[in-house]
């Protein structure tokens, strides 16, 4: 008798031990975003044991027969394609038993909601006078005066007028100061129930911006990340192919630095510039050069140094080409047009900028292949004066849009039906103001003049294609390179003048001081 109630202790021992609350470890299951609740049936009073005193153990639950990762965890099954079915007629059905949810009272006196939709914006602006495309406090921007207009024609409501994040504003390509854009697309949501909203919209902008137009867009686009590529047109004077000259190489060997300043163009100088004509055999070297750029390539050397390493440098050029020359006012120009995935801030002047001074040092191509492998050295920045957005592309947007059904909820994105109005525009406020600007301050002599007086940065274009040691941006370098500039500013000022170049249109000696201006790739 007294051997079986020992045994029964020991019995009601182990028992106890099982069912004890400090025993039971209740299923864990990493939470996530796209599993749905386990809908197998389960009883969830039958516990996980993890007592190592516990001397039997209970038969396995449901959960446990699908294997253990461990004591007190257990694998979770596979939802089947029912299952999951069934979960979502099951949420479905209890969203549809909620009762709605009442709207918060709007402020006394404030305007009804309105419907907003989804666009793309067509637009085009002649940038001079503004601090670029994209909006910044205390400045003059494209965007700024855009969003303005937008709030004061209707097609943005006063609740989301502080905000451009609002109504989700995003541009398909940036400007920097003075750039110009034929064709621009921004997307965002706009209330567009007023049929004359875009006339009403012009009637609030400037003349030098208008909106051509706006296409209805599915509530995902983005005219950034589904733009495929960007084409942009250069404007430039053939007189900057002249060879160099002698005169400017004298100044930069027998003068000092801080001495150094670029003369003043005579009215005879004038009169020879707007006389040149660039040969065949200088317009095929451009044409060659242009062609160098095409295809993937590391741009490290043609941008900013802040930011720009070999992982975020490389670029695709689709083509770069020159037409043929043409008069403008008795001068002679070639457009250029490149057309490109993206670009880098400051590329298309860099790129320009090097294969003017090539043609006129008379430096080799393979330069150019060479300063794609090269350590980092200083590009010249041609003027922004002659530089246009043409258009952003969206091809693969559209050619989707095609090929789905003919009730699709977008429209392509394109600027055909508007061609007209943007020639007459782009003749009238970008290719006439380029022009009327270069005729009255000659920017682009200016630009090639400041390179050959202060030469010491572009030692790398010399007729063998060699970039010397001293070319190479270093730490060292740059600090001495910004201390001449810094001495050559304070010259400059005790003799009360405004300096030699703007600091956004020519690099007077190449350095990229972008990262101080605050711009932003």
Request: charged content about 30%.
């Given at each position: 008798?007294?051997?079986?109630?020992?045994?029964?202790?020991?019995?009601?021992?182990?028992?106890?031990?099982?069912?004890?609350?400090?025993?039971?470890?209740?299923?864990?299951?990493t939470?996530?975003?796209?599993?749905?609740?386990?809908?197998?049936?389960?009883?969830?009073?039958?516990?996980v044991?993890?007592?190592?005193?516990?001397?039997?153990?209970?038969?396995a639950?449901?959960?446990?027969?699908?294997?253990?990762?461990?004591?007190?965890?257990?694998?979770?099954?596979?939802q089947?394609?029912?299952?999951?079915?069934?979960?979502?007629?099951?949420?479905?059905?209890?969203?549809?038993?909620?009762?709605?949810?009442?709207?918060?009272?709007?402020?006394?006196?404030?305007?009804?909601?309105?419907?907003?939709?989804?666009?793309?914006?067509?637009?085009g602006?002649?940038?001079?006078?503004?601090?670029?495309?994209?909006?910044?406090?205390?400045?003059?921007?494209?965007?700024?005066?855009?969003?303005?207009?937008?709030i004061?024609?209707?097609?943005?409501?006063?609740?989301n007028?502080?905000?451009?994040?609002?109504?989700?504003?995003?541009?398909?390509?940036?400007?920097?100061?003075?750039?110009?854009?034929?064709?621009?697309?921004?997307?965002?949501?706009?209330?567009?129930?007023?049929?004359?909203?875009?006339?009403?919209?012009?009637?609030?902008l400037?003349?030098?911006?208008?909106?051509?137009?706006?296409?209805?867009?599915v509530?995902?686009?983005?005219?950034?990340?589904?733009?495929?590529?960007?084409?942009?047109?250069?404007?430039?004077?053939?007189?900057?192919?002249?060879?160099?000259?002698?005169?400017?190489?004298?100044?930069?060997?027998?003068?000092?630095?801080?001495?150094?300043t670029?003369?003043?163009?005579?009215?005879?100088?004038?009169?020879?510039?707007?006389?040149?004509?660039?040969?065949?055999?200088?317009?095929?070297?451009?044409?060659?050069?242009?062609?160098?750029?095409?295809?993937?390539?590391?741009?490290?050397?043609?941008?900013?140094?802040?930011?720009?390493?070999?992982s975020?440098?490389?670029?695709?050029?689709?083509?770069?080409?020159?037409?043929?020359?043409?008069?403008?006012?008795?001068?002679?120009?070639?457009?250029?047009?490149?057309?490109?995935?993206?670009?880098?801030?400051?590329?298309i002047?860099?790129?320009v900028?090097?294969?003017?001074l090539?043609?006129?040092?008379g430096?080799?191509?393979?330069l150019?292949?060479?300063l794609?492998?090269?350590?980092?050295?200083?590009?010249?920045k041609?003027?922004?004066?002659?530089?246009?957005?043409?258009?952003?592309?969206?091809?693969?947007?559209?050619?989707?849009?095609?090929?789905?059904?003919?009730?699709?909820?977008?429209?392509?994105?394109?600027?055909?039906?508007?061609?007209?109005?943007?020639?007459?525009?782009?003749?009238?406020?970008?290719?006439?103001?380029?022009?009327?600007?270069?005729?009255?301050?000659?920017?682009?002599?200016?630009?090639?003049?400041?390179?050959?007086?202060?030469?010491?940065?572009?030692?790398?274009?010399?007729?063998?294609g060699?970039?010397?040691?001293?070319?190479?941006?270093?730490?060292?370098?740059?600090?001495?390179?910004?201390?001449?500039?810094?001495?050559?500013?304070?010259?400059?000022?005790?003799?009360?003048?405004?300096?030699?170049?703007?600091?956004?249109?020519?690099?007077?000696?190449?350095?990229?001081?972008?990262?101080?201006?605050?711009?932003?790739?």
């Amino acid at each position: 008798m007294f051997g079986a109630r020992s045994v029964l202790g020991r019995i009601a021992t182990t028992v106890r031990s099982i069912i004890s609350p400090k025993a039971v470890t209740p299923p864990t299951q990493t939470p996530s975003a796209f599993a749905m609740p386990d809908t197998q049936e389960t009883s969830s009073a039958e516990p996980v044991v993890s007592n190592s005193n516990a001397t039997s153990e209970p038969s396995a639950s449901p959960a446990t027969a699908a294997g253990n990762d461990g004591p007190g965890k257990r694998k979770v099954r596979a939802q089947t394609t029912k299952e999951r079915r069934e979960y979502a007629k099951r949420k479905r059905l209890e969203r549809q038993q909620e009762e709605p949810r009442e709207r918060q009272p709007r402020p006394e006196g404030s305007e009804p909601r309105k419907p907003k939709r989804k666009v793309a914006l067509l637009m085009g602006f002649c940038g001079t006078g503004f601090q670029g495309m994209q909006v910044n406090p205390n400045a003059r921007t494209i965007e700024g005066e855009l969003f303005k207009a937008m709030i004061a024609a209707g097609a943005v409501s006063e609740d989301n007028a502080d905000d451009q994040s609002k109504v989700q504003f995003q541009r398909a390509a940036r400007t920097d100061k003075g750039v110009h854009a034929a064709g621009q697309v921004v997307s965002l949501k706009m209330i567009i129930e007023d049929p004359d909203i875009v006339q009403k919209i012009n009637e609030q902008l400037p003349e030098q911006i208008r909106l051509w137009g706006y296409v209805r867009v599915v509530k995902s686009f983005n005219s950034k990340t589904l733009c495929d590529s960007r084409i942009y047109e250069y404007l430039l004077p053939t007189h900057v192919l002249m060879p160099s000259s002698e005169k400017n190489a004298e100044i930069a060997r027998t003068v000092e630095f801080v001495q150094r300043t670029v003369p003043e163009i005579t009215p005879e100088q004038i009169e020879e510039l707007r006389a040149y004509r660039a040969s065949e055999e200088q317009l095929q070297f451009v044409r060659d050069a242009l062609a160098k750029y095409c295809g993937t390539h590391d741009f490290r050397n043609f941008t900013v140094t802040r930011g720009c390493t070999e992982s975020n440098s490389k670029r695709y050029i689709h083509s770069f080409t020159a037409s043929d020359p043409m008069i403008i006012r008795g001068a002679e120009w070639i457009s250029l047009k490149v057309k490109g995935q993206s670009f880098m801030l400051h590329q298309i002047r860099k790129m320009v900028g090097l294969v003017v001074l090539m043609a006129r040092a008379g430096a080799p191509l393979k330069l150019i292949d060479a300063l794609f492998a090269s350590p980092r050295v200083n590009v010249p920045k041609a003027p922004g004066l002659g530089l246009l957005l043409e258009q952003p592309v969206f091809e693969s947007f559209n050619r989707r849009l095609k090929n789905q059904r003919k009730d699709a909820s977008s429209d392509p994105v394109t600027f055909e039906p508007y061609m007209e109005q943007i020639n007459e525009f782009k003749q009238k406020f970008i290719y006439d103001a380029i022009v009327d600007t270069e005729m009255s301050d000659n920017v682009f002599n200016a630009w090639v003049q400041g390179t050959e007086i202060f030469p010491e940065p572009f030692t790398y274009v010399n007729k063998e294609g060699v970039i010397p040691e001293e070319a190479l941006i270093t730490p060292e370098s740059e600090r001495k390179w910004q201390q001449k500039m810094q001495e050559l500013r304070e010259v400059e000022q005790k003799l009360g003048k405004a300096g030699n170049q703007s600091d956004d249109d020519s690099d007077a000696a190449g350095s990229d001081n972008d990262e101080e201006k605050g711009k932003v790739n």
